[in-house]
């Protein structure tokens, strides 16, 4: 395990928290997790995702704990710094792919709650593309959403109403288009964004993207971590994962 700052900021250094397989293999898959908990101050950082990091890492994929500003850091945070940081990030492992032995067309961005939220807007949201990520491609070339928020116009008015006029903007919900790369998604129907999720799968398909779309019942937000519910939900959403990156080729 290695650490890797990707971006210097105004309000601190940003790291990668890089989980290597014991392989010594070029040409392999990268997986970026992105936390969520970070549109209000919560104890959720990017080691959130270390179980899941060492578990992909066990199976020979390079996986990535992605370090990016939240409001528990950030004076004056918005969602446009960590879109920024996410679209550096991906920008940044495909410009060393060879430091780390990954290949540049088998990178996958995976993200929780606010973290899919970000992973989205990072890839959707014209206006904003290409922030500060330099002239690498910030698309992956697949993606995995546990719960992610959809609904920016939502998120925006509620969190950070002096981002009101870019709201529509900045919601993966409303701007869904064709040819985007192909998606798993994990969420419970006791979780309170269900309907805008079941929303977004529905709007993504009828566009013609590819979504394995997986719901869980009576299951509440976070129900995929670490340590829930006697880990049963995290083997399972897990054996999923691997089966649909067995799919494409990426494991």
Request: with cysteine; aromatic share 12%; glycine share 6%.
């Given at each position: 395990m290695i650490e890797?700052?990707?971006?210097?900021?105004?309000?601190?250094?940003?790291?990668?928290?890089?989980?290597?397989?014991?392989?010594?293999?070029?040409?392999?898959?990268?997986?970026?997790?992105?936390?969520?908990?970070?549109?209000?101050?919560?104890?959720?950082?990017?080691?959130?995702?270390?179980?899941?990091?060492?578990?992909?890492?066990?199976?020979?994929?390079?996986?990535?704990?992605?370090?990016?500003?939240?409001?528990?850091?950030?004076?004056?945070?918005?969602?446009?710094?960590?879109?920024?940081?996410?679209?550096?990030?991906?920008?940044?492992?495909?410009?060393?792919?060879?430091?780390?032995?990954?290949?540049?067309?088998?990178?996958?961005?995976?993200?929780?709650?606010?973290?899919?939220?970000?992973?989205l807007c990072s890839?959707?949201?014209?206006?904003?593309?290409?922030?500060?990520?330099?002239?690498?491609?910030?698309?992956?070339?697949?993606?995995?959403?546990?719960?992610?928020?959809?609904?920016?116009?939502?998120?925006?008015?509620?969190?950070?109403?002096?981002?009101?006029?870019?709201?529509?903007?900045?919601?993966?919900?409303?701007?869904?288009?064709?040819?985007?790369?192909?998606?798993?998604?994990?969420?419970?129907?006791?979780?309170?964004?269900?309907?805008?999720?079941?929303?977004?799968?529905?709007?993504?398909?009828?566009?013609?993207?590819?979504?394995?779309?997986?719901?869980?019942?009576?299951?509440?937000?976070?129900?995929?971590?670490?340590?829930?519910?006697?880990?049963?939900?995290?083997?399972?959403?897990?054996?999923?994962?691997?089966?649909?990156?067995?799919?494409?080729?990426?494991?």
């Amino acid at each position: 395990m290695i650490e890797k700052i990707y971006k210097r900021t105004n309000d601190r250094d940003l790291k990668l928290l890089i989980h290597n397989p014991h392989n010594q293999l070029r040409n392999r898959t990268a997986i970026l997790f992105f936390h969520g908990g970070s549109y209000v101050k919560s104890d959720r950082d990017y080691l959130a995702f270390k179980h899941h990091a060492e578990l992909y890492a066990s199976k020979g994929i390079v996986s990535i704990c992605v370090d990016y500003r939240t409001a528990n850091d950030t004076i004056g945070f918005s969602p446009l710094n960590a879109i920024s940081d996410a679209q550096s990030a991906i920008s940044f492992i495909r410009k060393h792919h060879m430091e780390f032995g990954i290949n540049p067309n088998k990178v996958v961005m995976c993200g929780a709650s606010s973290g899919g939220f970000t992973v989205l807007c990072s890839i959707l949201s014209n206006e904003i593309k290409q922030l500060d990520a330099g002239s690498e491609n910030t698309m992956p070339n697949a993606m995995i959403m546990f719960n992610p928020g959809v609904d920016g116009i939502e998120v925006i008015n509620r969190l950070f109403p002096t981002l009101s006029d870019q709201a529509e903007k900045l919601s993966p919900l409303h701007n869904i288009k064709p040819k985007l790369p192909p998606l798993i998604w994990f969420i419970g129907t006791a979780d309170v964004i269900y309907d805008s999720n079941v929303e977004f799968y529905k709007k993504w398909v009828d566009e013609g993207n590819q979504c394995d779309f997986f719901t869980y019942d009576a299951m509440p937000h976070g129900f995929f971590n670490y340590g829930q519910y006697g880990n049963k939900p995290f083997q399972m959403t897990n054996q999923k994962i691997e089966k649909f990156l067995h799919s494409l080729q990426f494991v």
